[in-house]
């Protein structure tokens, strides 16, 4: 692994973490397009890598600082962990099913779709504000 390998992987991953704690995007939002675009990993590959750093406790600086000031729910927190553990495992066997550019598709239109919901909803409220 070369050093420039290396330093592509800690910006992708403090980019990732600072995302993550800062507007609470999932890791994959931001390492599975880093992956593919900046180190050429094929979208499963990435998406795997991906799902290896969710096992580490990467947010739990994270959790830590909102827990403090009294910001999660815990209760909706663990019905969502418990159903995400069923749904990655659903999830995980049909992309490996279907075409790896298919899944590509489907994750640009779920990131577009997201992307201008909470461009309008920004820009909305931005509206009000005046």
Partial sequence: MTTQTILILVLI????GILSGFVGVGGGVIIVP?????????????????LFVLLLPVGILAVFNYSK??????????????????GGFIGSKVALKISPALVK???????????FKLILSGYNALSNES
């Fill in 13 to 16: 991953g403090v980019l990732a």
């Fill in 34 to 50: 880093a992956l593919v675009y900046a180190l050429g990993m094929s979208q499963f590959e990435a998406q795997g890598t991906s």
């Fill in 69 to 86: 000031h009294g910001e999660i729910n815990w209760k909706f927190g663990l019905i969502i962990a418990i159903t995400f553990v069923i």
């Fill in 105 to 115: 598709l489907i994750f640009g239109i779920i990131m577009a779709f997201v992307s």
